[in-house]
């Protein structure tokens, strides 16, 4: 019904690329190299990331990026929140302004029913859980730079990520 954003897409891919807390570091150019994540882009986006606590980025000759938390205690409400905000789920889904819960428009109830859904399924599903489908990009980074073996080391087709 309302996918996720192409930035939280993004995310995904970048983040599955990611070594867990304490392992070594990735360059942002070698991530945007093979999961095809315009460089400038996925800069702005690691740094947003790591605002919000998801990411340690170092600099210097041993820098790079890793995943601030493990794998299994990110999830898809965490990076859409640090991604995209909150500020959606207050909206109608209509697009009323006047739409509330003193004046409820034809759809209101129909769509806090499907956000309490849709937000139980965004705090259930973790950046570990999406490891289980397949991304070439991602699959391939991590084979390359050895990390096939680890917790999330098979890949997620994260482009067009939705909420099901």
Avoid at 4 to 15: D, K, W
Avoid at 126 to 134: F, K, V
Wanted: aromatic share 4%.
């Amino acid at each position: 019904m309302l996918p996720l954003s192409q930035t939280t897409g993004y995310a995904v891919r970048a983040l599955r690329c990611l070594q867990e807390p304490g392992g070594h570091p990735v360059l942002v150019e070698e991530v945007a190299e093979y999961t095809g994540i315009p460089r400038s882009y996925l800069s702005k986006l690691i740094h947003k990331l790591a605002k919000q606590g998801l990411v340690v980025a170092r600099r210097g000759h041993h820098g790079g990026v890793v995943l601030a938390r493990p794998s299994s205690e990110i999830t898809l409400e965490d990076l859409s929140d640090a991604i995209d905000g909150s500020a959606w789920r207050n909206r109608c889904l209509m697009g009323l302004l006047g739409c509330s819960d003193h004046a409820p428009c034809v759809l209101h109830e129909f769509w806090h029913t499907t956000l309490d859904q849709i937000m139980a399924r965004l705090r259930s599903v973790t950046l570990a859980d999406l490891a289980q489908n397949h991304d070439p990009g991602v699959e391939r980074f991590r084979a390359t730079h050895g990390l096939a073996n680890e917790p999330h080391a098979t890949a997620c087709e994260c482009e067009h990520v939705s909420v099901h």
